[in-house]
C-alpha cells in the first residue's frame, strides 16, 4: 500500500527523520494559512501516488498566502498526469503546503527487501533528485547498495560506509546517522515494502531533511498496522482494482477486450500471453488465487463483466486448492450477478472437475468448454 | 530415488484441523503419502482421518511419530511460528503452502535458517509430488501426474500443474515436480532444485518454468551452464504483460531489464535450454526436446 | 545491579507483566494510607536486596491501616537477616504495601543468559515459591528451560511449550503468553542480567501476576539507561563495595586480615589461594582490573588500607594493560593517602617492572619486593 | 607451524589511534608482529609509527593491507560495532581486548558469527602469541615469553603471564599462548583451543588454566577424555572463594555444583590430567610432568 508524500512524512517523522516544516491543506483556504504560517514563502506540492510531480506541474513554489491559495486552487480537484500515473492520471485531492529550503546537495536514499540476499537493503547514491531507475542505467557505478542483517540490526560501520561512499562528512554525518538508523526502524516495524527519500537533501547550514519521501507497505503486514491501515487513499487507484483487492483479488486493467480470469499468478500470465499469440488483446489480468470460494469467484467474474469493453471471457481455472465444483458454481453466480453473458470460453480441470462441468453444462448458461490451452486459444481467435 | 519425497516419506500436516489443512491432507493421503501426524495447538490427542493423531506441538508430533516432512496450511500471521517450529524440532523438509505470509515475517524465517539442517519450500507454494513413489506433500491435484522421468520445477502453482498435464497428456511422466512458490523471500531456489535434479539418476530430463520479474531466472541459467548436463526445456510467462505493472504476487514486477521476459529467455538459451515458446507448447517441446536425444 | 522488587515490578509492568496493585511507603503514614487505598487488608513487604524475606518476618499480611503502620514502622528502619543477607543484615528503608490475591497457583518464571548457549533461556517450574537452585537439587525434572534465539526472538510456539510445560491452560493461556513476551521484551531492551518472577501466580480467578519479582541489570550496559542507574540503592551494599566499584575496583570483603591488591580476576583468586595454602585469610579479593590508571591503583590501595581489619597487604601485580611504573607510582600515592602502611609484600612483574620496581625503591618505604608467587606466599606466612 | 597466528600474520589494529591501542599496537610491532594497519574512523589517511596507515574502515584496510587478523581495543560501547565490521570484512581472526562490553551486545556479535568463517576471542581478553615465529596479537608481555613446545590456553589474563612466567624461568618454552577471556558470552572456546593444539604439530604438552564458575572446564575435560592424547596439565583457580560471592567478573559466579574448584578438578582428573596443586606450582608441575613422558 502507498502512502502519500505528507503521510510518509509523517511516519518517518515519528521515528526521528527530519522533514521540511509544513503542513496538509485540502482547500485554498487552508494553504493560505499554511503558507502565512511559513512567512508566505512555500512549496506547494500536489498529493498524488505517482512520482514526476514536478514536470507535470504539481510543484509550485509560491511567495504569500494569496499565491498559495490561487497554486491550490489549481490543484486541488484537478488530475495531474504524469509519466508514471498512464494518460488517465491521478486525482488531486490535497496539497502539502512546506517551508523552503536552502539546498546544499541532493542526495538519494531508499530501502528496500532484496529477495535474493532475503534482506533489507539500502540504496543510495549521490545523484539524487534524478529516478533512480534512470541513474541505474546511465551511472550504475554511483549507486551503493548495503545489505542489513535481519538478525542483529543496522551497525554504524554500515552507516559510516553509507557516508562515506555520498561524501557526507562534518557537521552532516551525525543527523544522517541518525536519520539512517531511523529509517531502519521504521521500516521494520511498520512492514515497509520501500521507503524513498529523493531527494536528500543536505542544507547550507549542514542540516539533513528529506525533501521528498515515499512509503510503501507490504499489503500482507497491514492487518497488525491498522493505523497505517486507515490511510490508504482509493482515490488514487482503479476503482476496479480497489473494489477487486477488497475481495483479494489481484486485478490489472488492461487495453483488449478480452476478459481473463484464471487462478494462479503464473497461469493467468500464461493465459494472457496465449491470447497475445492467437492475435487478441486481453482486457485484464485477474487471479482470483489460490484459497478462493465461490463468492470470491462470483465477484470476480461480476467484477470483469462490468467492465464494458469486455466482449469475451476466457477462464482458465485448474483445480489445486480451488476446487472446480466451486468454481463452476461462482462462475454462475458472477454471470447471474453482472446481468450479462458474453461469449465465453471455459477451461477447467484438476481438482473436482468433472463435478465443475456437469454443474456448468447443467446451468443453461452458453458456454464452451474446452480442454487444453492450445483450444482456448483457438476459440478466442475463432470470434 | 527422485527427489526429495519418497516411499520413506512420513508426513506431518501443521494446521491440519483447519479447512484447507484437512481437505488436503486427506488428499495427500489418499494420494498414498504416509500421513503420520497432524499438529494444531490445543487439539491434541484428537485424531482425524480416524487413525492420524493430532499433537499441541511439533516437537512432540516428531518425537511420536519419526515425521520427517512437514506440511503448513496455518493462516498467514501464524506461518513464520509454524516454519520455524518445524525446523526448531529437526524436521529436515518443511513445506510452506500458506499465501499472504509478511514479507518480514520470511525475511526473519530464512535468517533463522541459515546454516541449520531444514530445507524450506515456499512459503506461497504447491508443494512437491513424486508420482513414482505416491508421495504427495502439496495441493496438486494428484490425479494429473505419472511416474516418469521428467523432473518439473516452477515458480507458479497451477501453471505447474499446467505443465504436467501436457506432459501426461503427451504419456511424458514425471519424477519429481516442485513448485517453489513466488514471494519475494522464500526458501529452496531454482539453483537448489536444479542440483537435485542433476544429481538424480531417475531424472534424465527437467522441465523449468519461470515469470517475469527478480533474477531468479538468470541465476538457474548459470547454473545450467556450468553444471547441467541433462536436456532442459524452460517457459517464461508473462511475455506480453505491460511493464511497471504488479501481475498478482510481488515476485512478478518488471524491475528492470534482466526482470523482462526477454533477458530470461535469452540467458536460457545461452545456457543451452529448449526454450519454450508458447505455454500451449510445454509438452511438445519436452516430446521434441526428448525425441532428439535418443 | 540490583532492583529492589517494586522496581522491578515497575519495570516488568511498564513492559505489561501485571503486577498486584499497591505502592511502596517510606513512613508508617504512608503504610496506612496504602493499606486503606487497598480496604485495609494488605501485604506489607520490607524491600531489601535479598530472598528468604518471609522466613525472616520481613512480609506481614494485615487487616487494616493502622495494623499496616504498626508493621512498617517495626521494618523501616530495622536490618533484616536473612539466609542471603549474611548475618549484618540488609537496611530496610521502604515496604511495599501490596493487595492480597487468591492463589489457586504458584509457579516459578525466570529469564538468564546461558553463557554456553550465548542466548537469553527462560527456566520455569511448576515448584513456585521456592528457591530454584533448591529445585534444581531435588527435583531437576521439574525444571524447564526454552533458549531462545536473539536473532529472531521469543516465538509462540515455545511460549505454547513452556505453557505446556507448566500446565497452564485455558484462560491463563493467553496473558500467560502476554506476560512471558514482556518478559522477554524487557529482558533484551533494558539489559537484564536476570528476571526472576517467584512465584508467578495464577489466581482463583485465572489471572497471572507477578507477586514477587527480581530484575538485575548489566553493570556494563548501565550507560545506556540512565533512568534505571538511578535506581540503585548503595545502602543494600557494602559500603567499601560501594566505593569501589565507583572506581572500577572490583572488590569483596572477607574475614581474613591479609589484604591483597591484584590485577586481573584469575590472578586475584590464585592470589587468594596462595594466601590461604600458606596458612594464613584474605581480608579481601580486590581486581583494579586490566586498564588500571595510577588514580586507581592508589585508591584502591587506600580503600583496602581503610579497613582495620587488614593487618598486612599482599601486592600482586602482572603488567599487561597496567604497566608497573604506573602501579609503583599509584601504590605509593595510596599508602600515603591512607595515612599508614602495614607490612607489605610487593610482587610485581611484566611491562615496566624495572622502572616499578625501582620507584618502590626509590619511595623510601618499607616494602619486602618478591619476585614469585612462591616467595609471596612465604613472606606472607613469615608474619 | 604452532596455532592462529605465525610469520603469516598480518595485522590490523582497530582503535590505533587510542591511548590503549596506540601503546599496545607498538609493544606487538616491537615483539615482530608484522602489523600492517590501523582503523579509526574518521582518521583515514593518516600514519602510525612513522609507516602503518590509518583507514576509516576495516574493508578498505583489508582492501588495501591484506590483513588477516584483527586486534581491538576500541572502548566498550563500540566493540561490537568493531567486532561485527571486521567479521564482514572478511577478517578471519580477530581478537577483542576490550573490558565491559554489555553482555547483550556479546551475544548478537556471537549470533551474527554462526555459520561465519571468522574465528573471535574475547571480548574481555589478553589476546595470543606464539613466540617461535615473533608473532604477538595481544597485551601481555612479550619479554617473558619463550619459544617452546608447551601450549597455554587460560581464561584469565595476568594468571595467563604468571603461568608462562614460571614455564619460561624453568627452561619450558611455549608454542603458543591463548587467553579466551572471562565474559559471560565469549567467542572461542577451551575445547576450540585444545582442537587446535591437539592437531599442531608443534605442541607437545598444554597448560590448561581455569576458574570457578561456568562448565567451561568440565566440557574441556571431556573433549581431552575423548581426544586429547598429550599431556595436559590443569589448574583451577577460585579453590579457596567464598561461595555465592561475585569475583571480578561475571565468569567467576559460583553457580551451582559444577562451578566448584572442586568439581572442576575432579573433571579434569578423571579426564588424565596433571592436576595442578597451587598456582605457584604452575612451572614445577609442568616440568615433572614433561619428565615422566620422556
Known amino acids: ?374 483450444e482456448a486459444a483457438t476459440a478466442i481467435a475463432a470470434k | 530415488m527422485s527427489i526429495l519425497v519418497d516411499k520413506n516419506t512420513r508426513l506431518l500436516v501443521q494446521g491440519i484441523t483447519g479447512r484447507e489443512g484437512s481437505f488436503h491432507a486427506e488428499r495427500c493421503m489418499q494420494y498414498g503419502t504416509n500421513l503420520v501426524a497432524g499438529v494444531t495447538p490445543g487439539k491434541g490427542g484428537e485424531k482425524v482421518f480416524d487413525k492420524v493423531p493430532v499433537f499441541n506441538s511439533v516437537s512432540r508430533a516428531v518425537k511420536e511419530t519419526g515425521a520427517n516432512v512437514s506440511l503448513i496450511f496455518v493462516p498467514p500471521p501464524f506461518a513464520a511460528d509454524a516454519m520455524i517450529e518445524s525446523a526448531d524440532a529437526g524436521v529436515p523438509l518443511v513445506i510452506c503452502i500458506t499465501e499472504g505470509v509478511p514479507v518480514k515475517d520470511s525475511m526473519y524465517v530464512m535468517r533463522y535458517l541459515e546454516g541449520k539442517q531444514t530445507r524450506l519450500i515456499g512459503p506461497n507454494c504447491p508443494g512437491l509430488i513424486t508420482p513414482g513413489a505416491k508421495a504427495k506433500v502439496g495441493i496438486m491435484p494428484g490425479n494429473i501426474h505419472m511416474p516418469g522421468k521428467v523432473g518439473v520445477v516452477s515458480r507458479s502453482g497451477t501453471l505447474t500443474y499446467e505443465a504436467v498435464q501436457q506432459l501426461t497428456t503427451l504419456g511424458i511422466g514425471q519424477s519429481s515436480c516442485v513448485g517453489i512458490g513466488g514471494d519475494p523471500v522464500s526458501g529452496t531456489t531454482f539453483v537448489d532444485v536444479l542440483k537435485l535434479f542433476n544429481a538424480d539418476p531417475e531424472t534424465e530430463a527437467i522441465v523449468l518454468i519461470g515469470e517475469i520479474g527478480g533474477v531468479k531466472e538468470q541465476e538457474a541459467a548459470a547454473y545450467i551452464k556450468a553444471n547441467v548436463k541433462k536436456p532442459v526445456a524452460a517457459l517464461i510467462v508473462g511475455q506480453t504483460a505491460p511493464p511497471g505493472r504488479r501481475m498478482g504476487h510481488a515476485g512478478a514486477v518488471i524491475t528492470g531489464t534482466a526482470a523482462l521476459a526477454s533477458e530470461k529467455m535469452k540467458a536460457l538459451a545461452e545456457a543451452g535450454c529448449h526454450v519454450i515458446p508458447s505455454p500451449a507448447e510445454i509438452g511438445s517441446t519436452v516430446r521434441a526436446m526428448l525425441a532428439s536425444r535418443k
Chains 1, 3 share one sequence.
Not at chain 1, 542540516?207 to 491501515?229: G, P, S, W
Not at chain 1, 485477474?286 to 467484477?303: M, R, Y
Request: hydrophobic content about 45%; aromatic content about 4%.
Open chain 1, 1 to 374: 500500500m502507498k502512502l502519500h508524500e505528507y503521510q510518509a512524512k509523517k511516519l518517518l517523522a515519528g521515528y526521528g527523520v527530519p522533514i521540511p516544516q509544513g503542513s496538509v491543506a485540502s482547500t485554498p483556504a487552508e494553504a493560505t494559512k499554511a503558507a502565512e504560517q511559513l512567512g508566505g514563502r512555500a512549496v506547494v506540492k500536489a498529493q498524488v501516488h505517482a512520482g514526476g510531480r514536478g514536470k507535470a506541474g504539481g510543484v509550485k513554489v509560491v511567495s504569500s498566502g494569496a499565491e498559495a491559495a490561487e497554486v491550490a486552487k489549481r490543484l486541488i480537484g484537478s488530475t495531474l498526469v504524469t509519466f508514471q500515473t498512464g494518460p488517465q492520471g491521478a486525482p488531486v485531492h490535497q496539497v502539502l503546503v512546506e517551508q523552503t529550503v536552502d539546498v546544499a546537495r541532493e542526495l538519494y536514499l531508499s530501502m528496500t527487501t532484496d529477495g535474493g540476499r532475503r534482506r533489507p537493503v539500502i540504496i543510495a547514491s549521490q545523484a539524487g533528485g534524478m529516478e533512480i531507475e534512470e541513474v541505474a542505467k546511465t551511472h550504475p557505478d554511483q549507486i551503493i547498495t548495503e545489505p542489513i542483517d535481519p538478525a542483529i540490526g543496522l551497525y554504524p560501520f554500515q552507516v559510516r560506509r553509507v557516508a562515506e561512499a555520498l561524501n557526507v562528512t562534518g557537521e552532516a554525518a551525525r543527523p544522517f546517522a541518525m536519520l539512517l538508523n531511523a529509517c531502519y526502524n521504521a521500516y521494520m516495524e511498520k512492514d515497509c515494502s520501500m521507503i524513498e527519500i529523493n531527494p536528500l537533501v543536505i542544507t547550507k547550514d549542514n542540516k539533513v531533511l528529506a525533501l521528498d519521501a515515499k512509503v510503501t507497505i507490504d499489503d500482507d503486514a497491514l492487518y497488525r498496522h491498522k493505523a497505517e491501515a486507515e490511510l490508504r487513499d482509493k482515490s488514487q487507484e482503479d476503482p476496479l482494482e480497489v473494489q477487486a483487492s477488497e475481495h483479494g483479488i489481484a486485478y490489472v486493467k488492461l487495453d483488449g477486450d478480452v476478459g481473463c480470469m484464471v487462478n494462479g499468478a503464473g497461469l493467468a500470465m500464461a493465459t494472457m500471453d496465449i491470447v497475445k499469440f492467437a492475435g487478441a488483446q486481453p482486457a485484464n489480468f485477474l487471479d482470483v488465487g489460490g484459497g478462493a470460494n465461490e463468492e470470491k469467484i462470483a465477484k470476480a467474474i461480476e467484477l470483469m463483466l462490468s467492465d464494458k469493453s469486455v466482449t469475451q471471457v476466457l477462464v482458465n481455472i485448474f483445480g489445486g486448492i480451488l476446487r472446480c465444483d466451486v468454481a463452476a458454481r461462482g462462475l454462475i453466480a458472477g454471470i447471474e450477478a453482472a446481468g450479462r453473458q458474453p461469449r465465453m470460453v471455459v477451461r477447467m480441470l484438476g481438482t473436482n472437475v468433472d463435478e465443475g462441468k456437469q454443474i456448468l453444462a447443467g446451468s443453461g448458461l452458453k458456454i464452451s468448454l474446452v480442454n487444453t490451452l492450445q
